[in-house]
């Protein structure tokens, strides 16, 4: 008695002689990746070393350099980004990964570099302290993710912050090591102080402050302006590299300073728009009005056909 022959198998799925015309499946081939969308994942990975790093450092009790490491993370932090709509490589794979690298960069790493420094000398207040700081980031980061694709905001809030963001956060949070390296008296950066302060910049990055963006600065340069630009920018990186302590100070406290012309900046931004809406309805219900009052004639009333400019006739 003959035995029916075992099925055939092509890429794993049954052939049957019967369905000549049947086609085994094709393989899924994965389309290459260009490089300019690969090369701010790489800047972004690099600040992220850059954070991890800086813990290091700060269990190491080499705060100078791990102040540095925040530094450049937020340097490169600025930079990804541009350079990633400057390349037209975003992608949803790199705006997640920046937001995981800032959350360590600009969250985790300046709170254990306060706490190492001077908290830890309040004990468990100063953890949570540093612990507050930190969450706080990660809300800030996971509010601007649900808040960027936000439909009805107008066209002129992309000039502005929700809240302290988490790169600024992180180089103001370390106001009071910077005092401290430039030699400022012992009592002005107690870790009381410290932690008090710590809170409060915690407390401005989850809060609704309307705060400068910078995104649209930058994009357009005037022709005569380039070479100040250049000069600008070699002398900035210059007194950072001579003078750090002095210029992140100056820079902290004029950030600082900046924070209520931004609200009023947004409450003058609001109040036009509130008043151009009711301009708007004002129009529209007067439009409204006319048409209710006008006599609204049926196309067969006699008057209708008249010449307006004709007298009415006497009954």
Wanted: glycine letters at 6%.
């Amino acid at each position: 008695m003959a035995t029916a022959a075992a099925p055939r198998y092509i890429a794993g799925m049954p052939f049957s002689p019967f369905e000549p015309d049947r086609q085994p499946p094709k393989l899924r081939r994965f389309r290459q990746i260009p490089v300019r969308t690969l090369l701010p994942n790489v800047i972004t990975l690099l600040a992220l070393c850059a954070g991890l790093t800086a813990i290091r450092l700060a269990v190491e009790d080499k705060l100078e350099w791990a102040l540095a490491a925040i530094v450049f993370a937020a340097l490169l932090d600025g930079i990804d980004g541009r350079l990633a709509r400057l390349l037209k490589g975003t992608s949803r794979f790199g705006a997640e990964l920046d937001s995981l690298a800032d959350f360590v960069n600009f969250g985790v790493a300046p709170a254990l570099i306060v706490y190492f420094w001077i908290l830890h000398e309040l004990k468990s207040a100063g953890w949570i302290a540093a612990m507050v700081f930190a969450i706080c980031t990660g809300l800030r980061l996971a509010r601007f993710n649900v808040m960027i694709d936000d439909p009805n905001k107008p066209a002129w809030a992309a000039n502005f912050f929700t809240g302290i963001p988490a790169p600024a956060g992180a180089i103001t949070v370390l106001l009071p090591i910077y005092m401290d390296f430039l030699g400022l008296p012992r009592f002005s950066v107690t870790a009381p102080i410290t932690l008090v302060y710590t809170l409060a910049i915690a407390f401005l990055m989850v809060s609704r402050l309307p705060v400068f963006s910078g995104k649209r600065m930058g994009k357009r340069v005037a022709p005569e302006m380039v070479l100040p630009v250049f000069v600008a920018v070699v002398v900035f990186f210059a007194l950072l590299v001579a003078y750090p302590w002095v210029v992140l100070t100056i820079g902290t406290v004029l950030y600082l300073g900046s924070l209520p012309f931004g609200w009023l900046s947004y409450r003058d931004y609001a109040r036009k728009d509130e008043t151009a809406a009711q301009q708007a309805s004002a129009r529209a219900g007067a439009r409204a009005t006319m048409a209710s009052e006008s006599p609204s004639l049926s196309p067969g009333h006699p008057e209708q056909h008249e010449d307006p400019d004709r007298p009415a006739r006497l009954n």
